[in-house]
Structure formats: structure tokens, C-alpha cells
């Protein structure tokens, strides 16, 4: 990951990585436009956030049946911008096979938890519409359902609008993330947030809180299990 040396956030050690302004205004817009014509059904309505699955849901198995992303999830994100950077290239497909994207109204959330052994240990985020505060937590032993959460972040990222986030190595193994059910995202600036050095605009956040409005975000993953349609229709064929 030499070319994101300069993206690293220092205090993440080598586990994240974030860059301002990675799509333009002009792309926001465009993506925006496309997430919210899609047939109604393609959203799963879920009682903190909406959510869009492409290019479909796992199986119970984790496994993805194989078809392509559409084309406005791969341009320019994919190609060119993540091939560039060559974060996806010792990931067993060389590329995201899979795009989940989560819509937050203000007071909206998800709860933390770990992104698991369905895929290569490695979430790229795109945010787009409005700015998002992602808590990190320390497991401290069982993780999210053994209740044993210790409730206060260990690392605060603020995501702006456009902006990308990697995550990946003991980020993705060791800790769990999350995003408050809030109104408003306080408590900004350099001692608590850990990629206030690397932020695209920080004068936008100098009073220390903005109010929460509608975020998306767009996290691109590589699903390690992968059926091709032949071999799955011969699996749901196979003792007729
Ligand atoms: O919206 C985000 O940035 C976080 C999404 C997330 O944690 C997930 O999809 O597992």
C-alpha cells in the first residue's frame, strides 16, 4: 500500500487510511441521483438505516452468486481510483465484488459490530451527502454479542463528504466499529478526532459539532466465497 503511505492515519497505526476530495462534487451528485432512483425494492428498510445490497445479498453460507457491479458503482471508484491505488491487489478477486449502501437519516445509526469472515479483511467507504462521525471500539474479550463492549470509542474518524476510508489488518480483526444514533456529531477537533490531520476542509468543523443531515455511504468488499451461476443452479438441481 506504498502509494497511501501519505493517506495512513498515524494514530491507527498501519490500519486505516483516508483521503479528502476522493470523488468530486459532480460524481456526488451523479451517485446520489442513481441511489435514489432505483426501484423501491432494492432498498431493505431496517428500523435504524436503509440499506442497498449490490449486486445481491449472501447467502446463508456467505457465499455471493457471481454477476458484475453495475457500471456506476465501478466508475470511477473502482476504475480507475482504487486500482490506482492498488489497495485490492492481494485480495483473492483483485477487486470489491460486493457494495453495500447505507443510508443514515440524522439521529440514525448502526451498532457495533464487526464485518466478519465473509470477506477479505479489508472495507473501502465512499462517503457521500453529509458529514459522518465512525466510532471504533475495543473488543475487550467477546466482542459485540457477549456484551462485553466497552461503550467508550477508543478512536473517533470523521468522514467528510467525498471522502474515502480504508480499513483494514488489526482495524478490521480486533476491533468493532459503529456510528452513534445522534443528532449531532460534537466533540470535533485534533485531540478526538484521529484523522483531523488528513481532513480535506477542518475550518468546516472549528465550532467542534455540525448537525447531523442525510449520510450514504457506499463500502466496497471482496466476498471470499463465490458461486457461478452453472454451478449453482447444478447445486439447486442436484437430488431432483
Ligand atoms: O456507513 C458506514 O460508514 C459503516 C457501514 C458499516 O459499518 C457496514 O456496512 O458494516
Known sequence: MSALEAARIARLSDSAYYIPDFITEDEESKL?????????????Q??????????STL??????????????LQDPIIHPRLEALGCFADSP???PNHVLI??????????????????????????????IVLDIYEKSGGGEESGCLDRTPRFRVLQEPRS????????????????????????LGREGICNWELLGNAKVYSAGFYDRKTRISLTYRDVLKVAKVGNSMRFLTAGR
Open 93 to 95: 478477486h483483485q477487486g
Open 102 to 131: 447505507n443510508e443514515y437519516q440524522p439521529g440514525q445509526g448502526i451498532m457495533p459490530h464487526e464485518d466478519g469472515p465473509a470477506y477479505y479483511p479489508l472495507v473501502v467507504t465512499v462517503s457521500i451527502g453529509a458529514p
Open 164 to 187: 474515502l476510508l480504508i480499513t483494514t489488518a488489526g482495524l478490521y480483526t480486533q476491533y468493532l466499529h459503529g456510528i452513534e444514533e445522534r443528532l449531532r456529531d460534537e466533540e
Open 32 to 44: 446520489l441521483q442513481k441511489i435514489n432512483s432505483v426501484p423501491p425494492p432494492r432498498w431493505t
Open 59 to 72: 447467502s446463508k453460507s456467505n457465499t455471493l452468486l457471481s454477476a458484475p457491479l453495475p457500471a456506476w
Open 46 to 55: 431496517l428500523s435504524h438505516r436503509r440499506l442497498q445490497t449490490w449486486p
